[in-house]
């Protein structure tokens, strides 16, 4: 077993922690190429290792993910995600998944997708042609629509302004996790932490009031929070009653299902993941598709005639295969989620290099899916690549949009239908004309999000004939 070869070393005193935090793609991108697929470095007393190697990055993920634990900045983050299936750990994970898991059933899911296309239909019954809007905005907006109609059978149409504002302040909030000053900020009387404190508990008095209400009402409303309130665990097989049980603020004991602490959390990380990182797959999907016309064209000439001008189902997302490889390049280029850590609790082997005990190992979605060893062109938007015969000599971890493992995105398959739902609803109708083609500037937080405004031109498409 063997070390890392040397890697950046800092010029002052705080260098690598400020090069990392103003502009970790960029950081990371140039440690990559300049000293390759394991690369140490330390950042304050944290011993850290860049990973980009996809083998080893399935070796951390998958085979050996009992060696590792979450690290530093997710246990911080806690302080927002609670003991969600984000930040918690061990068995206690395990036994999460497990209650959660039957939430996601494709059957299930796939009974949401007339909700989705409603919600960008009535999204887009606003619009005017030729009008300037923010792309952005409007889907953080439909993807918040969709994660409240689903999670809680709730439309909020009269609260989503509030809600918007307040996820957007917890969200950029998740880089003080990565502060080496973070814990001590959060204490002081800032104004941001007053910003904070206040969505918080907006954002938590709203999943609270739906678990009160799912509670009394004691029937299953075909969302998501009635499948978890209805799941229990007996001696690892999930089980379903007939009604939605007693909550308590306790533990819980195996054939029990979630307390309600237990159901915020989770209902909480759900609904910070689904709503934001669904919400910025589809923004720079559409500004890839304002930057290639011919890209655009073809999927308006596979939606018209698999959709014929009505609405998508939930059926239609496997008729699609141009849209599902628009996605799935936009995710490449633009990983919602562009970066993955864990924490070895022990040394352990990865890819014949030795991790320390206590290491952190970072593995970067951006920098992998840009790595031309497995993407040809990496920097070019392709869709097309997607459909063609699986590359044989790519590895399957040099793409993980989801992670991977036993700590995969337990939405996955919900997320992939509804981005393709919307994409589809959305440009059976309407284009995109960039107001500014240049590449936005990026914003690493816990996702990957434009920093500024993405103002696009719709333009009304004549109905296919």
């Known amino acids: 077993m063997t070390s890392p070869r040397a890697g950046p070393r800092a010029k002052f005193p705080g260098h690598l922690v400020y090069a990392l935090r103003s502009d ?17 470095f330390r950042i304050g ?42 930040t918690s750990e061990g068995d206690f994970h395990r036994r999460q998944r497990r209650l959660s898991q039957p939430a996601f059933h494709p059957q299930r899911v796939a009974a949401y997708a007339d909700a989705m296309a409603r919600f960008a239909d ?3 019954a606003s619009w005017q ?27 909020l149409a009269s609260d989503i302004d509030e809600i918007g504002t307040a996820m957007d302040v917890l969200v950029k909030m998740f880089s003080r996790a990565t502060h080496p000053f973070g814990r001590l900020l959060n204490k002081l009387p800032l104004p941001s932490n007053f910003r904070f404190l ?16 799912h509670r009394e009402a004691a029937v299953d409303r075909g969302d998501l929070l009635s499948m978890l309130m209805r799941a229990r665990d007996a001696g690892g097989e999930v089980t379903t009653d007939q009604g939605v049980g007693a909550g308590s603020g306790g533990g819980a004991e195996a054939g029990e299902g979630m307390t309600d602490k237990q159901l915020r959390d989770e209902i909480f990380t759900l609904f910070t993941a689904g709503h934001e990182t669904t919400a910025n797959a589809l923004t720079f999907t559409w500004y890839l598709l304002g930057r290639h016309p011919e890209a655009e064209a073809d999927l ?7 959709l014929g001008g009505r609405a998508p189902v939930a059926d239609d997302v496997e008729r699609l295969p141009y849209t599902r490889a628009v996605l799935s390049e936009s995710m490449r280029l633009y990983p919602p989620a562009w970066i993955v850590t864990r924490q070895a609790k022990h040394d352990v082997e990865v890819g014949g290099r030795r991790v320390p005990a206590g290491g952190v190992v970072m593995m970067s ?10 993407w040809p062109r990496p920097d070019e938007f392709d869709p097309s690549r997607w459909l063609a015969d699986p590359q044989p000599d790519r590895p399957r971890y040099a793409y993980f949009p989801f992670g991977g493992g036993a700590r995969s995105c337990i939405g996955e398959f919900f997320a992939r239908m509804e981005a393709a739902i919307i994409i589809a609803a959305v440009a059976r109708a309407w284009s995109f004309e960039l107001a500014d083609p240049r590449e936005p500037a990026l914003q690493p937080t816990i996702t990957l999000r434009p920093r500024n405004p993405l103002l696009a031109v719709v333009r009304k498409r004549k109905p296919p004939k």
């Not at 952005?136 to 409240?148: D, F, K, P, Y």
């Not at 709203?206 to 678990?211: A, L, N, P, S």
């Not at 000439?301 to 698999?306: K, L, T």
């Open 45 to 86: 007393k944290l011993r850290m290792t860049l990973v980009n190697d996809p083998e080893a990055i399935r070796e951390v993920l998958v085979t050996r993910n009992d060696s590792f634990t979450k690290s530093p900045a997710l246990r911080n983050a806690k302080v927002t995600l609670g003991e969600g299936l984000l």
């Open 129 to 155: 042609d030729g009008q300037t809007i923010d792309v952005h905005e409007a889907m953080m907006e439909v993807t918040l629509r969709v994660v409240a109609k689903t999670l809680f059978d709730a439309e």
């Open 122 to 124: 009535e999204m887009t």
């Open 198 to 213: 206040k969505s918080l508990s907006l954002v938590h008095g709203i999943i609270d009031r739906f678990v009160r209400q």
């Open 365 to 374: 979605q951006w920098v992998t899916h840009h790595d031309a060893r497995w």
């Open 300 to 306: 308006h000439e596979e939606i018209d005639r698999v």
């Open 24 to 40: 970790p793609l960029r950081f990371l991108t140039r440690v990559a190429i300049t000293y390759g697929d394991f690369v140490p």
